[in-house]
């Protein structure tokens, strides 16, 4: 699978099922400690992350995604056995009755 800099909710949702499918865990990964309803999600915290398997997926989100986007860098030179992604629209755009059906 390509990993590309930004996932939409769609995609993230989508990835998730498939990848996990594999035993490849996606976390979502909360930047400004505000948390999105009914999404199960980590607060930043790189000493507890790196406690993830190597191959685990990181979805750091924000308000909008701009602000994880342009760390994006910084988070793949702090995690580089970890896959980096930032949610596309951040917080700002989750929609909470949006999901993904496991169509296996």
Request: with cysteine; net charge positive; hydrophobic share 35%.
């Amino acid at each position: 699978m390509k990993y590309p800099n930004e996932w939409t909710q769609k995609e993230f949702l989508e990835n998730k099922i498939a990848l996990e499918r594999e035993g490849v865990e996606v976390v979502l990964v909360d930047t400004i400690l505000s948390p999105i309803q009914k999404a199960k999600a980590i607060t930043y915290n790189p000493y507890e992350m790196n406690k993830y398997k190597d191959g685990t997926v990181f979805v750091f989100y924000c308000d909008t995604g701009k602000a994880t986007l342009n760390r994006l860098n910084e988070y793949k030179e702090k995690f580089p056995n970890k896959r980096c992604v930032s949610l596309k629209g951040g917080r700002g755009y989750w929609r909470v009755n949006m999901t993904a059906l496991d169509e296996k």
